[in-house]
């Protein structure tokens, strides 16, 4: 079952992501919030593309928020993960922690649960 996150800084930047895929899809379909660098955007990029590409600007320069590079401090809570071991040799996890903010450039971003659930 597929969820959604909701991303908010303390600089006013606030963005939404599903994570995940449905019954039907979660074969080909795994998505997951990323940081795109081009656009200084969260966008919503599949991960199961051959090529991961922004999906407004079709930038390559895109980073997914479980890269350490983009976590300044872990949480000790689990907001959404999905078991991606089998396709892509990780599961990926978002925690209440503190992320790099693609507006401020400050890691002060925050993922909470989304209010989205799908098969």
């Excluded at 930038?59 to 993960?81: H, M, N, Q, R």
């Amino acid at each position: 079952m597929g969820s959604s996150v909701n991303a908010l800084c303390e600089c006013g930047y606030q963005a939404s992501s599903l994570i995940g895929g449905g019954m039907a899809n979660f074969m080909e379909v795994c998505h997951f919030p990323f940081l795109c660098e081009q656009c200084r955007e969260i966008v919503e990029v599949n991960l199961l593309e051959k090529k991961l590409r922004c999906p407004k600007c079709s930038s390559k320069s895109v980073i997914p928020y479980d890269d350490k590079k983009l976590l300044g401090k872990a949480g000790k809570l689990e907001v959404a993960s999905w078991n991606m071991e089998e396709q892509l040799g990780r599961v990926l996890r978002l925690t209440d922690g503190k992320y790099l903010c693609p507006s401020c450039g400050e890691y002060k971003l925050s993922f909470a649960p989304g209010d989205i659930l799908w098969d």
